[in-house]
């Protein structure tokens, strides 16, 4: 499976941003699929995941009613939009996909040991 993630860019605080990762390789619609973060000096964090149907979703508290995820599994596409930006959302966002085809809820996929996929990362920054 290789992903493919864009969108990140600079954005100031209040402001959005729109990411996309991009699937080939596989069938996109038999995993769940994830966004990750990693700022400067600081382990890689759980941000949002999304069950392989869209049915469910989870979301870590520091981004809960301000991201959304989604997937187009017709389009192989996953995006992540993100709104009232913060400074300490400036990180590099990376997208993944889940190593088993289970039906899981999103709720399951909130640890990177869950992913076997990665993408190569797209970088966000918020300026205050």
């Known amino acids: 499976v290789q992903l493919q993630a864009s969108g990140g860019g600079l954005a100031q605080a209040g402001g959005s941003l729109r990411l996309s990762c991009a699937a080939s390789?596989?069938?996109?619609?038999?995993?769940?699929m994830g966004w990750f973060r990693q700022a400067p000096g600081k382990e890689r964090e759980f941000v949002a995941a999304?069950?392989?149907?869209?049915?469910?979703?989870s979301y870590a508290d520091s981004v809960k009613g301000r991201f959304t995820i989604s997937r187009d599994n017709a389009k192989n596409t996953m995006t992540l939009q993100m709104n009232s930006l913060k400074p300490e959302d400036t990180a590099v966002y990376y997208c993944?996909?889940?190593?088993?085809?289970?039906?899981?809820?999103?709720?399951?996929?909130?640890?990177?040991?869950?992913?076997?996929?990665w993408g190569q990362g797209t970088l966000v920054t918020v300026s205050s």
């Open positions: 993944a996909c889940a190593s088993d085809t289970s039906n899981y809820a999103a709720s399951h996929y909130r640890t990177s040991g869950t992913y076997t996929y």
């Open positions: 390789g596989r069938t996109f619609s038999t995993s769940a």
């Open positions: 999304i069950s392989r149907g869209g049915g469910t979703t």
